[in-house]
């Protein structure tokens, strides 16, 4: 049976409450960020957040990149995987423990680096993508 830590619960509730409210989210985006909080907390076997460390974060991306689908069985899509990062990445930096938004915290942004962003995680586009010229555009 899964413990859960009871300041973690706290903790998130008040993050959900601060984007519903101050930052205006939608339901299906507080869903989304709940996931990606649940699956990093049971990743870290519910582990308090004040004791978060790099490592945590870099073997939490290497587990999400092996994770399969809960409908269809395949291995999670890269925008599942950076939608679910960038939920983590907003959580730690908002979060009062961390030293983006008090001096006294233990959570160092170098840490929170640790979760990918931008072209790291991001979904495939085919990235550049060729800008047509005038010439190629005309019939």
Avoid at 37 to 53: G, L, P, T, W
Avoid at 69 to 82: A, D, F, I
Avoid at 84 to 107: D, E, K, M, N, V
Wanted: net charge positive; glycine share 6%; proline share 6%.
């Amino acid at each position: 049976m899964e413990k859960h830590c009871p300041e973690n619960e706290r903790i998130k509730r008040e993050y959900l409450k601060f984007l519903k409210h101050a930052r205006r989210r939608s339901e299906a985006s507080l869903d989304m960020a709940a996931k990606a909080i649940d699956r990093f907390e049971a990743y870290a076997r519910h582990r308090n957040f004040k004791e978060f460390r790099r490592q945590q974060a870099i073997g939490f991306c290497e587990h999400l990149a092996e994770q399969k689908n809960e409908r269809n069985g395949n291995v999670l899509s890269r925008g599942t995987r950076h939608a679910t990062l960038a939920a983590l990445r907003s959580f730690f930096q908002c979060w009062p423990g961390s030293r983006a938004t008090s001096h006294g915290s233990r959570i160092m942004m170098p840490t929170i680096s640790a979760f990918p962003s931008g072209m790291d995680a991001s979904p495939g586009r085919g990235w550049p993508r060729p800008i047509p010229c005038w010439s190629r555009s005309r019939p």
